[in-house]
């Protein structure tokens, strides 16, 4: 039951609050004072859908909100704001949510009946709840039996779909697995292949720039191969003179002979 509704910028209505009797509440006016505006509100709260039209010149969004009893003692906060560019936000109870979640908050706590409006009844779900609001004992039991088994039944046929429960797409996916299976052992690809041709492809990518650095390379060698030569000879006549430079000469002419 709505206990409280309030409606801000939305059309003409600058600022209204209502707080309707628990017993029976009539609003009337004249054609254009509102009444239709305020049955907008009560649908915003009920997740309705938002046309930015309904926007009034003081401000540049229109706000609905209400406040719905749920039970005894209980009660939802339930808000809309619609922008002038047509965004629609939703609370409940102060917090974002969805036009849909505010649309079950409220099912079935507040209904419109109006020329060009549905009756609850229309919606199947409402049907069905009516008609099982007559069963006895025996229907409802009938009716336990027949959820559970129809439960179960979802929850088979899930897990066989989870497992592939189409055999011919089962089938045919056997065979493309196959297919690549004997494409793979038709390559006879070895163990670590696949890194030597990360290496060679790179190589191959690089090739200018791999020459350039080993001509660099190899002229900076060619230097260093002349200047330890010069250390050598120099070495070898000084080791005539001091026979505990022999292993610092054996040194130096390995590192020439590999340069």
Request: no cysteine; charged share 25%; net charge negative.
């Amino acid at each position: 039951m709505l206990e409280e509704l309030a409606a801000r910028n939305l059309g003409i209505i600058a600022d209204a609050r209502l707080d309707p009797s628990p017993r029976f509440t009539v609003i009337t006016g004249e054609t254009g004072t509102g009444k239709t505006l305020l049955l907008g509100a009560i649908r915003l709260l009920l997740g309705g859908i938002a046309d930015n039209e309904m926007v009034g010149p003081w401000g540049e969004e229109a706000v609905a909100e209400g406040r719905i009893l749920t039970g005894p003692g209980t009660e939802i906060g339930a808000a809309r704001r619609l922008s002038r560019t047509g965004r629609s936000r939703a609370y409940i109870d102060g917090s974002i949510a969805s036009a849909s979640a505010l649309d079950a908050a409220t099912d079935g706590l507040i209904e419109i009946i109006g020329q060009h409006d549905q009756l609850r009844i229309t919606r199947s779900s409402e049907a069905r709840r009516l008609v099982d609001s007559l069963f006895d004992d025996e229907d409802l039991a009938a009716l336990d039996t027949y959820s559970r088994l129809w439960n179960d039944l979802r929850t088979t046929l899930a897990a066989r779909e989870e497992i592939g429960g189409n055999l011919p797409a089962l089938e045919r996916e056997i065979a493309v697995i196959r297919h690549q299976v004997n494409e793979i052992r038709a390559a006879s690809l070895l163990p670590g292949e696949d890194e030597d041709l990360e290496t060679a492809l790179s190589r191959m990518r690089n090739v200018a720039s791999l020459s350039e650095h080993a001509s660099v390379a190899s002229d900076a060698i060619d230097v260093a191969r002349v200047e330890v030569g010069k250390a050598v000879s120099e070495i070898r006549k000084a080791s005539r003179l001091d026979h505990g430079l022999a292993d610092l000469l054996t040194m130096l002419e390995a590192l020439e002979s590999q340069l």
